[in-house]
C-alpha cells in the first residue's frame, strides 16, 4: 500500500496563509489525482480540492478563490496553498492520493 504523509499545519492568524505538503511513497504518482479533505470540529470530513491528472482543479465553494492545489512530480508531492485563512478553515486536513491517507495535519485560525 502507497505510504502518504501530509503536513505543513500550523497556528496562523485570520488573515494569514499556510502551504500543506503531500509526499508520497509511489513512483505512479503522477497517474493519480491529489485530493485535499478537512474535518473540522464537530463536522463530517470534506472534500476541499482536487487536482485531477489532466490539470482540472474543483473546489469546494467555502474555499473557492482562496486556496489552491498543485503537485511536483518529480517530488512525488502534492500542495494545499491556503491564503487568508479564516477561524472556519480550523481542522485537521488530509491528503488522500488514490485512496491512501495521510495522517493529517492541524491547522488552527485564531487571533
Known amino acids: 500500500q502507497m505510504q502518504v504523509a501530509d503536513s505543513g499545519g500550523g497556528l496562523v492568524q485570520p488573515g494569514g496563509s499556510l502551504r500543506l505538503s503531500c509526499v508520497t511513497s509511489s513512483d505512479r504518482f503522477s497517474i493519480y489525482a491529489v485530493a485535499w479533505y478537512r474535518q473540522r470540529p464537530g463536522k463530517r470530513r470534506e472534500l476541499v480540492a482536487t487536482l485531477f491528472t489532466g490539470g482540472s482543479t474543483n473546489y469546494l465553494d467555502l474555499v473557492e478563490g482562496r486556496f489552491t492545489v498543485s503537485r511536483d512530480n518529480s517530488k512525488r508531492t502534492g500542495y494545499l496553498q491556503m491564503n487568508n485563512l479564516q477561524e472556519e478553515d480550523t481542522a485537521v486536513y488530509y491528503c488522500?492520493?488514490?485512496?491512501?491517507w495521510g495522517q493529517g495535519t492541524q491547522v488552527t485560525v485564531s487571533s
Open positions: 488522500n492520493i488514490n485512496g491512501s
